[in-house]
């Protein structure tokens, strides 16, 4: 129950390369809402979305390959505006009865492009000559009859065509990536121009969307949601309540292994701002018995899991009992699953329906929910919008990705309380130098972590120390899958080991991991 009520979306057809949920995403940023659908979705079923355009992906290195995807010539003769890019725009020509060849030109990484039409759909008004990201092994030799070439290159004669008859167009490079120097605009100039699309796709409209959607589904029952500290679960849990409001009641448990301020901020400050009935089970204790003497970190995620479990579920019983009281059933469960997950678990755009009964998380089976999850349709930034529009608290909305078993994963050895409060006073401290620095944007996330079980010598004042260290693990990446470490100012790092080794009196040494995703994972356990 996801997909907004009216709006009629781009589809991305993913031929099979990474970069088509990178292209869904840059369409969006065109305030245009977009899907991705696999190239195996029939023709037929693509048109019954009804899209207001179509945007052909990059995908394997040549048309002529075995087994490549192929494009339905009837999806061009709909009458949808279509865009093809790389693969997707040699599959236009092969398919429009234009001439793709191996010339033996391959062309790989930035590369300068002659605009040769200047007053063009997708070029008008930017320079004759721009660099563009190329990739591709075969090249468009023959433009199909009807198109009018707009760009050539040293390896691709047609490079960019046009034909505003048919709302036909193409490009031989790939827009989406930052390197193509005008790649927004072309993008933006098929989407706006060319397709005539109105750019109203909004955090807003979301919202009001959304709002109608849950309510909707939900009707007068009621709503459970578990909430982490998260973004995705606040955002998805003030979105329901923006819906149905006292309908939704919110379970946050206490594990005692969030950050410095985290749990405040849950408990008092996105209360405030959003009104929603919150429980907060506080169960520090039982999670720190429950750790007492494991070192091993699949240990730890495994007790961490169980308790937590064990935990909501009876928080969950309470809840549902008051419901069942009142008349009211709880059959709803909100779960704040995203976009990248939806098309990564092969479930597309089209699958947005979940209408089963789910045993989530290990719920038992006499506990049956049916999900709520009005987040499905978005990539993180944009939840990151829409929780600002529905006012949910900046330090929230900001967060970086925090993992569920928290500071007990990034204390390397047995947790305690007090290498907690350790580690908490370090974190705090790290992050406000990262935030302070203005490097939010560039970092994904920055676990800090304590070497519990290490010790090392050093001098402070008069006296010799024997303290423990604080690894920094500031990583860059887009999705977790991969990562490199982020190159943090010098300054920046030498400010946070300064105040660590001055702050903490148990830390005696700051260091930084350089290690990239793979070999190492971002997480130390
Ligand atoms: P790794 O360490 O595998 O982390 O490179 C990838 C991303 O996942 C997060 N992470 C976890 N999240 N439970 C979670 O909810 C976990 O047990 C867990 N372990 C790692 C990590 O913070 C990073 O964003």
Redesign the pocket.
């Known amino acids: 129950m996801t997909e907004p009520l009216q709006t009629r979306p781009v589809l991305v057809v993913d031929f099979g390369a990474q970069y088509a949920q990178l292209i869904a995403r840059r369409v969006r940023e065109a305030n245009v809402y977009s899907e991705v659908v696999p190239h195996t979705m029939s023709a037929d079923e693509m048109l019954a979305k009804d899209p207001a355009a179509i945007v052909l992906s990059g995908g394997p290195s040549s048309v002529y390959e075995k087994g490549a995807p192929r494009l339905d010539p009837a999806l061009l003769e709909a009458g949808v505006p279509t865009f093809g890019m790389c693969y997707g725009f040699q599959s236009m020509v092969q398919a429009l009865g234009g001439t793709v060849e191996r010339t033996g030109l391959r062309e790989y990484g930035n590369t300068p492009a002659t605009i040769t039409d200047r007053e063009s759909v997708l070029f008008n008004g930017q320079p004759g000559e721009q660099s563009v990201w190329m990739s591709h092994g075969d090249s468009a030799t023959v433009a199909p009859e009807g198109m009018r070439v707009t760009a050539t290159t040293a390896g691709a004669p047609v490079a960019a065509f046009e034909d505003d008859e048919r709302k036909l167009y193409g490009v031989q490079w790939h827009p989406e990536v930052m390197h193509s120097t005008f790649g927004q605009r072309v993008l933006e100039n098929f989407l706006l121009r060319g397709a005539g699309i109105a750019a109203d796709w909004t955090a807003s409209n979301v919202v009001d969307d959304q709002v109608a959607l849950i309510k909707e589904q939900v009707g007068d029952a009621r709503v459970l949601c578990a909430l982490s500290g998260g973004v995705d679960s606040s955002v998805a849990a003030a979105l329901v309540q923006r819906a149905v409001g006292d309908q939704l009641t919110c379970v946050f448990v206490d594990h005692g292994l969030l950050r410095e301020g985290e749990a405040e901020q849950v408990e008092q400050d996105f209360v405030a701002a959003t009104g929603v009935h919150l429980v907060v089970v506080d169960a520090k204790e039982q999670f720190l018995t429950a750790l007492a003497g494991v070192s091993d970190p699949e240990e730890k995620?495994k007790i961490?899991?169980r308790e937590f479990i064990r935990t909501f579920e009876q928080a969950a019983r309470d809840v549902v009992g008051e419901g069942a009281a009142e008349g009211h059933p709880v059959e709803f469960l909100v779960q704040g699953t995203l976009y990248p997950d939806v098309v990564e678990s092969g479930g597309g755009a089209g699958a947005a329906n979940i209408k089963s009964h789910h045993n989530v998380g290990g719920l038992p089976e006499d506990l049956q929910f049916t999900l709520v999850e009005p987040l499905r349709a978005l990539f993180k930034d944009e939840v990151r919008q829409v929780g600002r529009e529905l006012g949910v608290p900046e330090p929230i909305v900001a967060r970086?990705?925090?993992?569920?078993?928290g500071l007990g994963?990034r204390i390397i050895g047995e947790v305690t309380e007090e290498r907690l409060d350790i580690l908490r006073r370090a974190d705090a401290i790290a992050r406000h130098e990262l935030t302070a620095a203005g490097l939010d944007g560039e970092i994904?996330?920055c676990?800090v972590v304590l070497l519990a079980d290490v010790r090392s010598v050093g001098v402070q004042g008069d006296g010799r120390t024997y303290g423990h260290p604080i690894v920094l693990r500031p990583v860059s990446?887009e999705d977790?899958?991969t990562?490199d470490w982020t190159r943090v100012p010098y300054e920046v790092l030498a400010q946070i080991s300064t105040r660590i080794t001055n702050e903490v009196a148990e830390v005696n040494r700051v260091v930084l991991d350089v290690t990239s995703?793979p070999p190492?994972?971002?997480?130390?356990?």
Do not use: Y
């Open positions: 995620r961490i899991g970086q990705p925090f993992p569920g078993p994963i994904w996330q676990p990446s977790a899958m990562a995703k190492g994972t971002i997480e130390w356990e």
